[in-house]
């Protein structure tokens, strides 16, 4: 197999099982692990760090740093555990759902060689509760992996350093909250206990499921293990266009001529990712800004259209490249309208725990349905920005209340002028024809 430039959807065809292990394996699938199964642990390891592959979740972390903090050697608990987080609820993100439904393999492939670099027996897939055709095929997949010893005792029947290597996948049904993302809560919510995250350090590398190291990581990320084990991380390295690693699955949903998923090179511009895949803005409709990467990043406008999807180059411009799943706002859509939606949507999924988020986020919520429904006063937006600080980083438990205000204080920043004539014409400019028309 020459080395693909699309590795993680290459095994998407038109075929209507391509999800199935035949075909995986017609395509390359489980090339990695075999390979994986010539190496050391700490070859495997050196190889994904030397990858430079970073969390593909949102947070971008280094996944070869994250797994180096997992307690190896003599002293070190002899029970360890991996979970892929398929709990993908961040509003706008639908990039998971694309593997786990066409690739389910693709996932086992990468649970396999996190087991074989960390020494772990036991894999966990948390997945999303309303994610059913999901749920189905990985079921499907993990049974026929079973049936040709790809899981279970002694895979493929070929021991290393003269030991069976075993693995065990669970697949977990989240009951469905967005804060069972979160690494910690996700992990209470496996043990049977109430999904609050737990704070951090201690990370779960070293005390996570059961007490025990526990590396957690998103689909995506999990997905490009085999390709980096198979083709090397010089390959992997050069993918990438710009700073980061690898391909990416960037996305668009909103206002566009082609909404949808692709599978492009880190660092590839949003403007190529809006223009050229996504066709461009609908006729009639203008871009006015975009969020980056999903309900809780900070917003961007169309001077930054040329920026790289990149974690490091979106940063610097004040917001994230989050999910990498991009949501477009339109000229014809009120701003206010817009960031109340997601902000009510994280202070319902609030799991309480923390003021700023259980308190702050509801008054930001009633605050911004005033200010929509035409009865919104100049002080309203001293508030708000208030209440943005109260929420930030540091003063709460987990990402949870600081994402959600990230696109209200740049809604804020941008598009203050439409809060602004909201309080002064005491009605919303984009439903009442004359505003618009005087605004
Ligand atoms: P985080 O930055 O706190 O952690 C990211 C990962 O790095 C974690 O696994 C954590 O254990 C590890 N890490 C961070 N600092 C570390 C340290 N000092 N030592 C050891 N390990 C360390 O972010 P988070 O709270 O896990 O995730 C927030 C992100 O999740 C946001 O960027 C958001 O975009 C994204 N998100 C995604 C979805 C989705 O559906 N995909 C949903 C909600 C949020």
């Not at 996190?114 to 994610?131: E, K, S, V």
């Not at 949501?327 to 817009?338: E, F, N």
Request: glycine residues 12%; negative net charge.
């Amino acid at each position: 197999m020459t080395s693909p430039l699309n590795p993680l959807t290459r095994f998407i065809t038109d075929k209507a099982n391509c999800w199935q292990l035949s075909e995986y394996l017609s395509h390359g699938g489980y090339d990695g692990l075999t390979r994986a199964m010539e190496m050391s642990a700490d070859e495997l390891l050196d190889s994904i760090k030397q990858s430079n592959l970073r969390g593909r979740g949102g947070a971008g972390f280094p996944t070869g740093l994250k797994w180096s903090f997992v307690p190896r050697g003599a002293d070190a608990p002899r029970e360890k555990y991996l979970i892929v987080n398929a709990d993908e609820m961040e509003p706008g993100a639908f990039k998971d759902r694309w593997l786990l439904e066409q690739t389910p393999h693709q996932i086992i492939e990468g649970l396999l060689i996190g087991g074989l670099t960390l020494g772990a027996t036991q894999g966990y897939i948390f997945l999303r509760g309303d994610y059913y055709l999901a749920e189905e095929r990985l079921q499907q997949a993990i049974e026929e992996c079973k049936q040709h010893q790809l899981l279970g005792r002694d895979i493929l029947g070929r021991g290393i350093q003269g030991q069976a290597f075993n693995f065990e996948i669970h697949l977990h049904s989240s009951a469905g909250r967005y804060i069972c993302g979160e690494e910690t809560a996700l992990i209470n919510a496996m043990e049977g206990k109430r999904a609050t995250p737990r704070a951090k350090p201690p990370f779960p590398q070293v005390v996570g499921l059961w007490g025990k190291p526990t590396i957690v990581n998103n689909v995506e990320t999990f997905c490009n293990l085999p390709h980096i084990i198979n083709f090397g991380s010089d390959w992997f390295k050069a993918l990438g266009k710009g700073q980061d690693a690898g391909t990416k699955i960037f996305g668009v949903s909103g206002r566009v001529k082609r909404p949808g998923l692709w599978e492009l090179p880190m660092g590839t511009s949003i403007r190529e990712i809006i223009e050229h895949h996504a066709g461009g803005m609908c006729d009639g409709y203008r871009l006015k800004g975009f969020l980056p990467g999903g309900g809780s990043t900070d917003f961007l406008l169309e001077e930054h259209l040329d920026a790289l999807m990149d974690y490091d180059e979106i940063s610097k411009l004040g917001s994230r490249m989050g999910t990498g799943t991009i949501i477009i706002l339109d000229d014809k859509y009120c701003p206010v309208s817009m960031v109340l939606n997601l902000v009510r949507f994280f202070a319902q999924e609030s799991c309480g725990w923390c003021t700023p988020c259980r308190d702050g986020l509801p008054w930001a919520v009633s605050l911004l349905e005033k200010i929509e429904r035409g009865e919104g006063e100049p002080k309203d937006i001293d508030q708000l920005e208030d209440l943005c600080d109260f929420a930030a980083p540091g003063n709460t438990f987990c990402a949870l209340a600081p994402g959600a205000v990230e696109p209200l204080q740049s809604a804020l920043k941008y598009f203050r002028q439409d809060f602004e004539t909201h309080i002064k014409h005491q009605c919303c400019p984009y439903h009442d024809e004359r505003v618009a028309k005087k605004a």
